[in-house]
């Protein structure tokens, strides 16, 4: 109930082209979705987040797009770029008295040149 | 501004023995979360402090302790440490209690042999 599924789990995408990341959950307390970027030993940085009650949010190039009655939502990361290459991790904001987050198990992204 | 500091960097522990880590949180939060990354996987979140108080806490056992100072840094403790608590464990701040941005810090990569 309180796990967020995402996948793909890898993927190797050719410079300019879209990035989809996909993640899926449960639990409908679950209240704000954040996507987060890491570099190998680096902390992750928050990049984008949407509220349940908005179906698309775009910054630059990168695009969350949420289904609230499919409890789905992707990050969609156009005209890829090498230095896109990081792990990308999807979150969801449980929200029930108190505030905590449930992290998705990463994708590993790498543009090719 | 600096942002979300940790230290140390890197450390390496016995099993049996016991370990400090420390955060001082983004100029201006007072809220500090702490969580756990093993190599591989999202982060795990352990506890959460405020207002010098654990306000939630995730799924570890009681040798993970925590502390908040005055001026809202944080320690995270562990006691007799085992392998499995080798992995990159992770400071966040938030503005205040109940904002749901929250920022991350580099981490410190634990090496428990």
């Known amino acids: 109930q309180q796990q967020v599924k995402q996948s793909p789990q890898s993927l190797i995408v050719q410079k300019g082209g879209i990035s989809i990341i996909n993640c899926a959950y449960e639990n409908t307390a679950f209240d704000y979705f954040p996507w987060y970027q890491q570099f190998p030993g680096k902390g992750p940085a928050l990049l984008i987040a949407?509220?349940?009650?908005?179906s698309e949010k775009k910054e630059g190039r990168f695009t969350i797009s949420f289904n609230k009655s499919a409890k789905q939502f992707s990050l969609h990361i156009m005209d890829s770029q090498p230095g896109d290459s990081a792990t990308y991790f999807c979150a969801a904001l449980l929200k029930t008295g108190t505030y905590k987050y449930i992290f998705g198990t990463g994708t590993r992204l790498k543009v090719l040149a | 501004d600096a942002g979300v500091t940790q230290s140390p960097t890197h450390l390496i522990k016995t099993r049996g023995q016991q370990v400090t880590l420390r955060c001082s949180p983004k100029s201006g939060h007072d809220t500090v979360s702490w969580y756990q990354q093993a190599l591989g996987q999202g982060p795990q979140f352990i506890f959460q402090y405020y207002e010098e108080e654990e306000r939630q806490r995730g799924n570890f056992p009681d040798r993970f302790s925590g502390h908040q100072f005055p001026n809202y840094s944080s320690e995270l403790n562990v006691n007799a440490l085992l392998l499995g608590d080798s992995a990159l464990y992770l400071c966040?701040?938030?503005?205040?209690?109940?904002?749901?941005?929250?920022?991350f810090g580099p981490g410190t990569r634990l090496t428990v042999t």
């Open positions: 949407i509220r349940p009650d908005v």
């Open positions: 966040a701040s938030s503005l205040r209690w109940g904002l749901v941005e929250q920022y």
